[in-house]
Every structure is written in structure tokens, then in C-alpha cells.
């Protein structure tokens, strides 16, 4: 029966697709292409000195609070629209998300998941974390994750969130709950894409842990894709 199904919505693609190349433009929509990056001079990465576990942890770590590219760039900002279009309910649920914990570091470090989505908390780590947040409208969490044991945990409410581990000062991570799709992570070099977008004027929004909020007012119109550079400044 999911085999059937599955075949049904390949047919209709190859369908959409004879009908034309503007058919399909106008069904997959326009794409806001952009890069975040850091206005004025770089602050100077922050070292942290570790003074326990260093036989996992490392003895030093970089503070990874702010992570630029070598043309500025700002990697780890999370963008999203702040009037979206209509999106048409998920076909599938969405994807678990995982949060690993290696050599004492949150891997990936920022993450967006869709709200009601679930996010496999990992400790690779041959010794002892504990998974701590106390986030605003979700509830909270305070766990002990020996090495191996996975902690799944679903984020109903959409928000920014911090988690922690008490036992290592330097460990930080950043869950992104989004409350509809059109959420992106910028990359290493600060760039970002979000797709499907009907024509129309849309608000931009980028958060970074950092270096705060800004909004923009970009048009998605002909062109495609429409970039934008979105700059951010050290505070
Ligand atoms: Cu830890």
C-alpha cells in the first residue's frame, strides 16, 4: 500500500514536469538565497581552558560563540521568514534530529527542529554529561546521559533554547523550535537558502546567540534566486 502511494506521487511529478518548465517554476516557487555576515572588526575568538576531563574534553576549547569565515561570514545563525506563505501540510513526519555530545562539545552546536518534532540527544563520549535547559515554553529538562545512552526529547512549543551541561561550564548548544518550514542554519561561510516561495514581500529574520537579532524586508519577485546580504555587528 506505501509502495503504491509512493508510485502515485512520482507519476504525478513526471506529469508536473511535461506541463512545462514554467509549470514547475511556479509550483516549487522562488528562493531567498543570503549570507550573514559580521560588519566591522572581527572580535577575537574566545579560548576556554579546561581544567577537568581533559582526557576526552581536550585541555582547551574554542568558545565557538562566534564562528566567522575568513570573508566574515557568520556560521551557526539560524534564518527564518517571519510572515510565511501558506505551507502545504508535511507529507511525512519530520525528521529526528541529532544532537551528539564529542569531546565534551554539542555537535552539530545550533539546530532547528519543527515543533512537535523530537531530537535524539547522543553522548559519544566515554564519560558523564548532563542535558540541562530551562526553556520558556517548553518544559524543562534536566538529565544525567552516561556515555552511549541516547535521551530522545520532542519541543512542542516554539522558542530558543538553551542547553547545557553542568558538568562541563563551556558545553553549549541551541535548539531552534520552528513553527512552520521556511527556517535555514547558515553554513561556514554565513550562507543560507530558503525555497518554495511564492512571489510576495517577506521579513527575514536572523538570530544568532551572539550577535542578536535583525530583520529584513526582502521582495521575491522575476528574479531568481533573490540574494541578500544580511549584516550583523558585534556587540
Ligand atoms: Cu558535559
Known sequence: MAFFFRAGTVGAAIVTLVAGLATVRAA???T????AVLKGPAPEARKITVTIDQYVCGKEKNAEDLVLSPQGGIRNAVVWLVNPPPASPAATPPPVI????????FTPRVVVVAAGGRIDFLNSDRLLHNLHSIPNANPPFNRTQPKGRTIPITFAHPEIIRVSCDLHSWMRGWVVVAEHPFYAVTDAGGQFALTGLPPGRY???VWHE?????SREIIVGDQDPTTVTVEMTAR
Open 98 to 105: 541529532a544532537v551528539d555530545q564529542r569531546e565534551c562539545t
Open 203 to 205: 521579513t527575514v529574520r
Open 210 to 214: 551572539r550577535l542578536g537579532t535583525v
Open 32 to 35: 531567498i538565497k543570503g549570507t
Open 28 to 30: 516549487s516557487g522562488g
